[in-house]
């Protein structure tokens, strides 16, 4: 299978300008000297996700035609918001599916960026996307499972190579994989000496089971579902895992009362507002450093969409 | 008197690359369309505040033997932990006068960046620092009251024009006025079309009371500290109140209700920890439509080390 390459990478970095922000590397005085932590901090993007970086691109890619007609995607978080950003963006229509039951901030948010929402059934999101793709000419832009969403999301990696060129180990949330596969590819492209590891919830850990048994491992949705992480449910496509097999060197796991420790450090010391699929790779930096090889260390926080009440419980651990 | 000129902050940015971060200018997309907000997060700084890029340059500017010798401040706030920064930077001794009152955290945060600190009574701190420079033979760093601190702080004005060549309006906190002189040296000398408002508690503004009367207007410490802005207690310098007077449009005040409102939107739309004296410029963006040019609007975030059961209020409102 034919993975994503760093030209591709390097052409979506060319493209996001207009919509992604150029985040920094933030230095932590509170992490241990023997190991430098930065945080790459993605919850700053004006939708509060990196998501942005790899709809966008998908977007950008399309021929102008096909773009003009509008794009679909299905999801009721930072991917539904990411869409509907790029698509207002470029200024072509887009459709989001949401399930019936989901929040309705999320719906209001996601309709406040101009896009229409359709909602179904859960188990009914995907068809009635490719429903809605098919009788309205719209291009379904997935969430993960595509390798200009990949490319996008790898210029996290290409900056953090150029910001930090001498970076050792870099900590990647992983749920569908194509945050972790993109950075990745930029990483071991530009530094191959930096080892790249994926963090997942200890009780959502579909990857780690993976690798441990040499090819893709299910858990049932029910299961994955029982997280605070809610970005962090997905399982990687064969894509997605044909890129974190190749390139990235080990999943850690961390525990649900690690995530929400780790929600309140990055607030308190960093002051930062992260979810808690944001805080697993500072989580795992505080709690797996046995796990994990020494050295310049970078966790990507990748979101801050956090539901307030939890923000609020772990401010007070 | 000679004001800070574009030179000097274009000097002071060459300096502060390797302790600053450079920050982004993040755009909000809960703003007011006609009236687009960015945000220029400061409270990303390592220390959690701008004073980074004002200490830093004070302690380059200083003669190698000078600097040998170490650094003195006086300040149990954000200068404090700028200085010793600063100095540990440089591999420098620094001594910090801290009052006997302060809180513990903010005397440990100062140690664990390798100051020494010596607490005195709140009224002897700015004479027992000036003894520890005499009989230490160290040179005491001012918190805003000189050219090259107001030049390091400039650099946040060049920083925003750089990343938004056509900004219509900067918003800057005034306390001491060090950091409002440096930005409205760079805005101005780069574009001057932009204009620069101060912003202020309404119950400690003496700097708009000094507008008003065309002269320096002195508020008693008790008054001035009844705000919960902790870094806005402060009143401008003879050298900063005339930065202020000939380069800066005009100061608005804003409530304590809606500094901590503000601080709640902060942190629950752009996923920012700011301390209140960072959020009174999004205070004055949410209530001050009337009193402000329209436009293009950065709105400087200058710190983030709030009080947590403070913070924790301002997330419940």
Known sequence: MELVSIAEIRAAAENIGPVAVRTPVLPCLWADPDRPLWLKPENLQP??????????????RLSEADRACGVV????????????????????????VIEATAPA????ATRALGAEVVQVPLPERETAA????????????PPFDHPDVIAGQGTIGLEIVTDLPDVDLVLVPISGGGLASGIAAAVKALRPSA????VEPEIAADTAAGFAAGERVHLPP?????????????????????HLRKLIDGVVTVTEDE?????????RRSHLVAEPS??????????????????????????????PALFAKALQD
Do not use: C, W
């Open 73 to 96: 995607a299905y999801s009721s978080g930072n991917h539904a918001q990411a869409v509907a950003y790029a698509a207002r963006a470029f200024g072509v229509p887009a459709v989001i």
């Open 259 to 267: 995530i929400l420790a780790a929600v309140g450090t990055l607030a």
């Open 222 to 242: 029910e299961q994955r579902a029982r997280t605070m992480a809610d970005g962090l449910r997905a399982e990687p496509s064969e894509l997605t895992f044909a």
């Open 195 to 198: 080892a790249v590891f994926g």
């Open 278 to 307: 944001g805080a697993v790779t500072t989580a795992a930096y505080l709690n797996r450093a046995a796990d994990l090889p020494a050295g310049r260390t970078v966790a990507v926080v990748s979101g801050g969409n956090i539901d």
């Open 130 to 141: 490719a429903e809605i793709g098919r009788e309205r000419g719209m291009t379904l832009i």
């Open 47 to 60: 939708i509060g996700s990196f998501k942005i970086r790899g709809a966008y691109t998908a977007l950008s």
């Open 105 to 108: 901030i999320k719906v209001e």
